[in-house]
């Protein structure tokens, strides 16, 4: 059985822009639904969402028909959450609230198998090497694999350069409500202040041959960041789509008519 191959990865290396969305439904039937839109990504979000390991892995298997390359953001980037994903077959994690290069390092380590990192080994139980059928998997999977990490602070911009030249990182993606909180903006992720930061950004990100990253639904912000630069952006939220469509459709009919008295 052959290895999957990480399209998400390959479009980064290539330079071609990656665009996504964000899930926070954890519903396997909603995931499977965006998937036939044509997104490159889908973000599963664990850290901000309903999301566990099995909501996880229905949504794996929800997407795995489509071409969209499913992301998942785990709730923190501790060793012992990391393999769970990764055993489970993600191979591609977006690391929320690094900091620090240490931090960083400690996150690819977790990736890794032994010698080069801490990865706790096991195949017969893990769908990643579909239960031992894939031939090589340890010494293959690694190339396969993406590792981003999520800035959204004023701390981890200050330690950005150092942050995205740890070896194993893949990219860096800047979370902008949370930063524009550790700036004294909260609530304001689109302010000018904030728009800059993720700007100066993904130059120094680009400056040292990784690809930046960031969400918002603000077309026009999106565009703009493209333009900069970022490689991957999602455009934007299932739940805000939902939400927004169904108030539109709802306001449309409501026009004009009056309330009936009871």
């Not at 890794?112 to 801490?118: A, L």
């Not at 990253?213 to 970022?230: C, I, N, P, V, W």
């Amino acid at each position: 059985m052959e290895l999957p191959i990480n399209s998400f990865k390959q479009g980064l290396r290539a330079g071609t822009a990656q665009i996504g969305l964000w899930l926070g439904l954890a519903d396997p039937s909603a995931a499977e639904l965006v998937a036939t839109a044509g997104f490159d990504w889908l973000l599963i979000d664990v850290e901000h969402s309903p999301n566990d390991l099995r909501t996880v892995l229905a949504q794996l298997r929800a997407i795995a028909a489509y071409p969209s390359h499913p992301i998942v953001r785990p709730s923190s980037g501790s060793a012992e959450v990391i393999k769970q994903y990764l055993d489970l077959g993600v191979q591609t994690l977006l690391v929320p609230m690094v900091e620090t290069p240490d931090e960083a390092a400690r996150i690819v380590a977790a990736t890794r198998y032994p010698v080069r990192g801490i990865r706790g080994v096991a195949s017969a139980t893990t769908r990643a090497s579909r239960w031992g059928q894939i031939d090589g998997y340890f010494e293959r999977c690694e190339g396969e694999l993406c590792v981003l990490v999520q800035v959204e602070s004023v701390r981890g911009l200050d330690n950005l350069q150092a942050i995205a030249t740890v070896d194993g990182i893949d990219g860096v993606f800047f979370g902008p409500a949370d930063l524009a909180a550790s700036m004294g903006l909260i609530g304001a992720p689109t302010d000018p202040q904030v728009t800059r930061a993720i700007i100066q950004g993904i130059a120094v990100v680009q400056k040292v041959g990784k690809a930046a990253g960031t969400l918002t639904s603000d077309f026009e912000l999106a565009r703009k960041y493209l333009a900069h630069g970022a490689r991957f952006v999602a455009v934007g939220i299932d739940t805000v789509l939902l939400r927004q469509g169904a108030s539109d459709l709802a306001a449309m009919f409501r026009q004009g008519v009056q309330p009936q008295s009871r």
